[in-house]
């Protein structure tokens, strides 16, 4: 996994929250809306937790990332930092009720790696919950067509919700909830609006793409 950005701007990637507060509302709302009602917040861990903006929210206690400078901001958002990639979780065999891979799996080195491990530390009635930008939506393309003018995305393989759901279900997993939400550019969203970030059933107009799934023979 890419480290090298998210480690020496940190600053820079933690101001993007503050900067893009509505579509941050609306990325958090999309993830709350597919959480169990209920599960062990003791044994949930995000993967590529950065600084812990949606750990900390979504009371996610472990927090792995590559990137060390990341992880001194997740702790003091009350989030446990592991360093760690995704492809290799120093975690036992089921051992969660909870992971949380959100936007990662762009910049992974290997996704199936990534998501035979995701399925070898969750519990049999564990719940994964995925997010991923998606490059087939109209705000998608831009995303993709501009990347390379961002240092963060510079070296991302953005996916398209049918290629994750695709590639959950070839890891052995089954998906049970699909959502979406940022349907215009980022940057125009309202940060204090007293409505409900827009989230949608489903998947292909909304940039953000959120999927929930469970070990399909739980």
Same mark, same amino acid.
């Given at each position: 996994? #890419?480290?090298?950005?998210?480690?020496?701007? !940190?600053?820079?990637?933690?101001?993007?929250?503050?900067?893009?507060?509505?579509? %941050?509302?609306?990325?958090?709302?999309?993830?709350?809306?597919? @959480?169990?009602?209920?599960?062990? =917040?003791?044994?949930?861990?995000?993967?590529? +937790?950065?600084?812990?903006?949606?750990?900390?929210?979504?009371?996610?206690?472990?927090?792995?990332?590559?990137?060390?400078?990341?992880?001194?901001?997740?702790?003091?958002?009350? *989030?446990?930092?592991?360093?760690? *990639?995704?492809?290799? @979780?120093? *975690?036992?065999?089921?051992?969660?009720?909870? !992971?949380?891979? $959100?936007?990662?799996?762009?910049?992974?080195?290997?996704?199936? &790696?990534?998501?035979?491990?995701?399925?070898? $530390?969750?519990?049999?009635?564990?719940?994964? !919950?995925?997010?991923?930008?998606?490059?087939? #939506?109209?705000?998608?393309? +831009?995303?993709?067509? =501009?990347?390379?003018?961002?240092?963060? %995305?510079?070296?991302?393989?953005?996916?398209?919700?049918?290629?994750?759901?695709?590639?959950?279900?070839?890891?052995?997993?089954?998906?049970?909830?699909? !959502?979406?939400?940022?349907?215009?550019?980022?940057?125009?969203?309202? /940060?204090?609006?007293?409505?409900?970030?827009? $989230? &949608?059933?489903?998947?292909?107009?909304?940039?953000?793409?959120?999927?929930? /799934?469970?070990?399909?023979?739980?």
């Amino acid at each position: 996994m #890419t480290a090298a950005p998210f480690e020496s701007l !940190v600053e820079e990637y933690d101001d993007w929250f503050e900067t893009n507060a509505g579509a %941050y509302r609306a990325e958090k709302a999309a993830l709350e809306d597919v @959480l169990p009602e209920e599960f062990d =917040h003791g044994r949930s861990i995000e993967v590529g +937790v950065g600084t812990g903006r949606f750990a900390a929210p979504l009371g996610i206690s472990v927090g792995i990332d590559p990137a060390r400078q990341p992880l001194v901001r997740a702790r003091s958002r009350g *989030v446990d930092p592991v360093r760690g *990639v995704a492809e290799f @979780l120093p *975690v036992a065999d089921g051992a969660l009720d909870l !992971v949380a891979i $959100v936007t990662v799996l762009s910049f992974v080195d290997d996704i199936e &790696r990534t998501l035979s491990e995701t399925r070898r $530390v969750l519990a049999a009635d564990g719940t994964l !919950v995925v997010a991923v930008l998606d490059r087939s #939506t109209p705000v998608g393309r +831009v995303y993709q067509e =501009h990347k390379a003018e961002n240092p963060f %995305y510079a070296d991302a393989e953005f996916l398209t919700a049918d290629e994750t759901e695709e590639a959950l279900e070839q890891a052995g997993f089954a998906v049970d909830r699909r !959502v979406q939400t940022i349907f215009e550019d980022p940057t125009s969203l309202e /940060a204090d609006s007293d409505e409900k970030p827009t $989230v &949608r059933d489903g998947h292909g107009t909304g940039l953000f793409a959120v999927f929930r /799934a469970a070990p399909a023979d739980s």
